[in-house]
C-alpha cells in the first residue's frame, strides 16, 4: 500500500527543508502532519468549522484561489487572517467598493523625482494572502484588475511585469443577501477560483465556545504563531503535484467535466481549468487525510466547491427553479465511477 506524503529529503535549495521563522517542522515529517497542525491551528479562530478550515487548506495548498459566498459576521476575515498568520506569511485587505481603482489593487509607477525615473509602488495584491473584501462591490473593470494576478501569479504595470510572492492566495468573500450597489463576477473571473465555500453558522455548542473564547481575548488572529513558514508552503506544493492519480480517476474527472458541457440545464459547462483545478484539490486532499493517491472519494468530495460556481444555468432551468447545486449532483449520480468500469 502507497505511504503517506513524507518531507522530501533537505537540501541547501529546497524551500520546504528550512523556514525563514524557524516554525518549519522536522525533518521527515509528513504532509498529514502539517495539514493537521495547521487545520488545528487555524480552527482555533474559526471555531466549529473544521470542514471549512479544511477545505480552505486544501485550497491554499492546490494552489487555488477561494470565493467565500456567505452572510456577516461567520468568521470570513478571520479565516484568511488566521492562514496567513499561521503560515508566518504576509496578508492584506483590499476593501472593494465601487469608488476603488485597478492601481490601487495592482499598483502604480510615480515619477521619482531623485532619480529623474518611474518607481513602482506595489499594491494592495502584493502579499501571500490577499483578502477580497465585498469583491461584487467594485466595479468590472476593478475586479478585472485581480484576472492576471490570479492565473499567472504577476501584474502588468506600464508594459512592467512584477512577480507576486509565492505562495499566493486570494480569499474573496460576496454577501449573497444584500445586491443592491454590487456588480455580479464576470464568468472569466469565476472560473480563477478553485473553490466556492459558505462558512454557515455555528453550532450551539461552537458558539457557546465562541463566547467563552471572545471573554478570554482568544480569538484574535493576530495573536496566532506561526506553525509552518510560506517557503514550506511552497516546497510541499511542488511535492503534490507529483502526487499519484491513475489513469482512469483522470478520464472520470474529464467524464465528469464534459458532462457538464451536454447537459440541458447548463447554459455553460465546466472550462479544462475547472479540471485541472478538480485533480489538484483531489491530490491536496489525498495528502491531507495521508495517502498518497488519489481515490474517487476525493474527487466526489471537492466536485461541488470546484465546479458549481463554474457552470451557467439555462434560462429555463432558471425558470424551473433549478440550482447549480442539484446539477452538479445529477452528474455525479449519473457518470460511473472507475471502479464499477472495472468491475
Known amino acids: 500500500m502507497a505511504q503517506a506524503v513524507a518531507r522530501p529529503e533537505p537540501s541547501s535549495n529546497d524551500p520546504a527543508s528550512t523556514g525563514s ?37 486544501v485550497c491554499l495548498f492546490a494552489e487555488g484561489h477561494l470565493l467565500i459566498e456567505d452572510v456577516p459576521g461567520v468568521g470570513k476575515t478571520s479565516l484568511a487572517k488566521a492562514i496567513a498568520h ?17 492601481s490601487d489593487v495592482t499598483g502604480v509607477s510615480i515619477w521619482d523625482r531623485t532619480a529623474n525615473d518611474f518607481h513602482f509602488r506595489p499594491g494592495g495584491v502584493f502579499a501571500n494572502v490577499v483578502l477580497a473584501d465585498e469583491i461584487n462591490r467594485a466595479s468590472p473593470k476593478t475586479q478585472s484588475a485581480l484576472l492576471e494576478a490570479m492565473e499567472e501569479r504577476q501584474v502588468t504595470v506600464d508594459a512592467s511585469t512584477h512577480r507576486l510572492p509565492p505562495p499566493f492566495m486570494v480569499i474573496a468573500t460576496q454577501n449573497p443577501i444584500e445586491l443592491e450597489g454590487t ?13 466556492r465555500l459558505r462558512i454557515g453558522y455555528p453550532d450551539r455548542d461552537a458558539e457557546l465556545a465562541i463566547l467563552d473564547a471572545h471573554s478570554a ?33 483522470k478520464r472520470y474527472i474529464v467524464d465528469l467535466v464534459d458532462a457538464t458541457r451536454h447537459h440541458r440545464d447548463l447554459m455553460l459547462g465546466v472550462s479544462p481549468r475547472g479540471a ?10 489525498a495528502a491531507s487525510l495521508g495517502r498518497s493517491y ?17 457552470v451557467v444555468l439555462s434560462p429555463e ?21 472507475p471502479a464499477d468500469r472495472l468491475a
Open 183 to 195: 456588480y455580479p463576477l464576470p464568468e472569466a473571473q469565476l472560473d480563477r477560483f478553485l473553490m
Open 217 to 249: 481575548g482568544d480569538l484574535a488572529p493576530e495573536a496566532l504563531r506561526p506553525v509552518t513558514s510560506a517557503d514550506a508552503i511552497v516546497g510541499w506544493t511542488a511535492e503534490l503535484a507529483h502526487l499519484h492519480v491513475a489513469p482512469e480517476l
Open 21 to 57: 521563522n524557524g516554525a518549519v517542522g522536522s525533518e521527515g515529517e509528513s504532509f498529514k502532519d502539517v495539514f493537521d497542525r495547521l487545520a488545528d491551528q487555524v480552527e482555533r479562530v474559526l471555531r466549529g468549522k473544521r470542514r471549512a478550515v479544511h477545505l480552505a487548506l
Open 86 to 102: 499561521s503560515i508566518g506569511g504576509e496578508w492584506r485587505r483590499i476593501q472593494f467598493t465601487p469608488d476603488l481603482l485597478p
Open 317 to 337: 432551468a432558471q425558470l424551473r427553479g433549478v440550482s447549480p447545486a442539484a446539477v452538479i449532483g445529477g452528474v455525479l449520480d449519473a457518470v460511473a465511477v
Open 294 to 310: 488519489v481515490v474517487p472519494d476525493d474527487v466526489k468530495a471537492l466536485a461541488p466547491a470546484v465546479l458549481e460556481h463554474r
Open 276 to 285: 485541472l483545478g478538480l485533480q489538484r484539490a483531489a491530490r491536496a486532499l
